[in-house]
């Protein structure tokens, strides 16, 4: 096969346990998720020579890739927030295409949850007071303020009401009550997220994402493997990244995300369109975040965020289903939660959702685009993959 020239897919899966998990360890997560993605595959270990990993608690690749017995001649610890996975991704398809590496594993753990618990994390969402972040910081402009902040201008500029920011938590709750693996399954109305805690103006707690333990991996490798894996290859056809800002004052439009730029290039590279997706799995650590996700991948237009999200078109469902598995919103969020998009992505396409939770098109077949669009910081990055049954 000419390098650069390989065809690239998503062979195996797996979501580590997930949840409330007091005694678990990080690299206990990353192991157990490496463990069955590759039994999912069906690929033995030796086939792995790339690996990638990042995430709270700074876990190096090298001493995650010791831990799980591999020597990787490829690696990748790039690290920018909730998109790193996407655009993790985005690089090892381009090394497998290259040449630079046949199969490279990415894997994700974390006790996020628990190190809350336990006392061994303060949960400030500061980011630091280092750089342009000592500026913000003092004020209390933590990265929750910062979105709401951003959700108060698209409010402001286009007219988009609580109401409708509040149904995308409760559409995404419809979704999580089909996954048995969703730590918040109960179904919730408008009214319940109107009338929760405040957390940060107009956010109250139901508009934000939960904190859970969990982990989960993704082996990606060259089409000469696919054909030997256990599964239906899911294939790569796609890949966008883009960094915006860091300090709010360098941010040119609050209502315009960097998935507006990692987005084009995604569809451009892969060749199609938004209206062509049958599944979208977007990074939803507010309901902010997914309506604005949305408008910039092309769904809709700019500030018709709101109306496009009604009437239950981001349930199972619905016209175009989104965060099937209940998103960070209700199904868990360990962190940086971009893995799970991919891993959801991926079980979608190849039909096994499971009872409820399966997204089948108008015809009753399977769907055969999904987009995965990962966000990081407060919109400071975004990284687009679309990925696709041949």
Request: one cysteine or more; aromatic letters at 6%.
């Amino acid at each position: 096969m000419t390098p650069g020239k390989r065809k690239v897919a998503v062979v195996g899966v797996s979501l580590s346990d997930c949840g409330r998990l007091d005694r678990a360890t990080p690299y206990a997560l990353h192991a157990q998720a490496a463990r069955r993605a590759l039994a999912d595959s069906g690929l033995g270990k030796d086939v792995v020579d790339g690996f990638a990993s990042a995430g709270l608690g700074a876990l190096a690749p090298i001493d995650v890739a010791e831990y799980l017995g591999l020597r990787p001649t490829w690696v990748d610890s790039t690290s920018v927030g909730g998109s790193t996975w996407e655009v993790m991704a985005a690089h090892a398809a381009d090394a497998i295409a290259a040449g630079h590496a046949n199969a490279v594993l990415l894997v994700y753990g974390s006790t996020a949850r628990a190190d809350i618990r336990a006392g061994r994390r303060t949960g400030a969402l500061s980011f630091g007071t280092r750089g342009p972040a000592q500026f913000e910081a003092p004020y209390g402009h933590t990265l929750v303020a910062k979105y709401a902040m951003a959700a108060r201008r698209h409010m402001h500029q286009y007219g988009t009401t609580l109401e409708q920011l509040a149904d995308i938590a409760v559409q995404t709750r419809a979704n999580a009550a089909h996954n048995p693996d969703a730590l918040y399954r109960t179904p919730i109305t408008v009214d319940d997220v109107l009338g929760g805690k405040m957390i940060a103006d107009p956010f109250t707690k139901l508009h934000c994402c939960i904190r859970s333990d969990g982990g989960c991996a993704v082996l990606l490798a060259a089409e000469e493997y696919a054909a030997d894996a256990a599964r239906p290859p899911v294939w790569v056809l796609g890949t966008g990244t883009a960094v915006s800002h860091t300090a709010m004052s360098e941010w040119e439009d609050f209502t315009v995300s960097p998935a507006a730029v990692s987005g084009r290039l995604a569809f451009d590279r892969a060749g199609v369109t938004p209206q062509e997706i049958d599944v979208a799995e977007l990074y939803d650590a507010f309901t902010y975040m997914t309506l604005v996700t949305l408008e910039d991948l092309g769904f809709c237009a700019k500030g018709e965020g709101g109306a496009f999200a009604a009437k239950g078109r981001l349930t199972i469902g619905g016209d175009l289903p989104v965060n099937t598995d209940g998103g960070g919103l209700s199904a868990c969020h360990p962190g940086m939660r971009g893995l799970f998009l991919l891993v959801e992505a991926v079980r979608q396409l190849r039909g096994e959702a499971g009872p409820g939770r399966q997204v089948r098109t108008r015809d009753g077949s399977l769907p055969r685009l999904a987009v995965a669009s990962g966000t990081g910081g407060w919109f400071c990055s975004s990284g687009t993959a679309i990925l696709g049954r041949l």
